[in-house]
T-cell receptor, first 113, second 114 residues
Framework: EDQVTQSPEALRLQEGESSSLNCSYT??????LFWYRQDPGKGPEFLFT???AGEEKEKERLKATLTKKESFLHITAPKPEDSATYLC??????????????FGTGTLLAVQP | ETGVTQTPRHLVMGMTNKKSLKCEQH?????MYWYKQSAKKPLELMFV???????ENNSVPSRFSPECPNSSHLFLHLHTLQPEDSALYLC?????????????FGQGTRLTVV
């Protein structure tokens, strides 16, 4: 069964304290791995797509990496505005040309000033 | 602004009411999705319309009925809902048959069934 597991469930950091979020997955036919950021009461905001093991993407203080079994979202010197829930999703084939996203439950990140 | 607009943002309805959620995308995508987000649970895919074809999700109760009149608009018709249907309903769109297949989400409709 396709499955995505994120850890930790919640993470509290001091401003400037770097850390990593983990997303491990079991899926048949991976077509991509996606990271999203979600603020309270809002829809998920797209951050990164990773397609193959060894691939890395960066955006400001965030860096995403991918292996054959997991992905990491590294946060370097975080600021309070980085506080949000970070969602990981894997894309698989749903039939024909259609893809579907399987989401993890997210990591709630709180960065204290 | 993601290019995907959902209305209304908040909805309170009784169990005997009929209401509809609306989603419109301005990204030129050819696939649209409804997701349900409940507390402490992963986003749950409800329905997919891809290349103007509906892809069923058999685990969705019949009190939820989607409609996709064209590639830019998506509706979710609600009828005789239960309190456990209270959740954040998210619409998304993406482009299939391309290299960049990431989905973009709307801001969601917060539904409360009383």
């Amino acid at each position: 069964e396709d499955q995505v597991t994120q850890s930790p469930e919640a993470l509290r950091l001091q401003e400037g304290e770097s850390s990593s979020l983990n997303c491990s997955y079991t899926v048949s036919g991976l077509r991509g791995l996606f990271w999203y950021r979600q603020d309270p009461g809002k829809g998920p905001e797209f951050l990164f797509t990773l397609y193959s093991a060894g691939e890395e993407k960066e955006k400001e203080r965030l860096k995403a990496t991918l292996t054959k079994k997991e992905s990491f979202l590294h946060i370097t010197a975080p600021k309070p505005e980085d506080s949000a829930t970070y969602l990981c999703a894997v894309q698989t084939n749903y039939g024909g040309a259609t893809n579907k996203l399987i989401f993890g439950t997210g990591t709630l990140l709180a960065v204290q000033p | 602004e993601t290019g995907v607009t959902q209305t209304p943002r908040h909805l309170v309805m009784g169990m005997t009411n009929k209401k509809s959620l609306k989603c419109e995308q301005h990204l030129g995508h050819n696939a649209m999705y409804w997701y349900k987000q409940s507390a402490k649970k992963p986003l749950e895919l409800m329905f997919v319309y891809s290349l103007e074809e509906r892809v069923e999700n058999n685990s969705v109760p019949s009190r939820f009925s989607p409609e996709c009149p064209n590639s830019s608009h998506l509706f979710l018709h609600l009828h005789t809902l239960q309190p456990e249907d209270s959740a954040l309903y998210l619409c998304a769109s993406s482009q299939v048959l391309t290299l960049n297949t990431e989905a973009f989400f709307g801001q969601g409709t917060r539904l409360t069934v009383v």
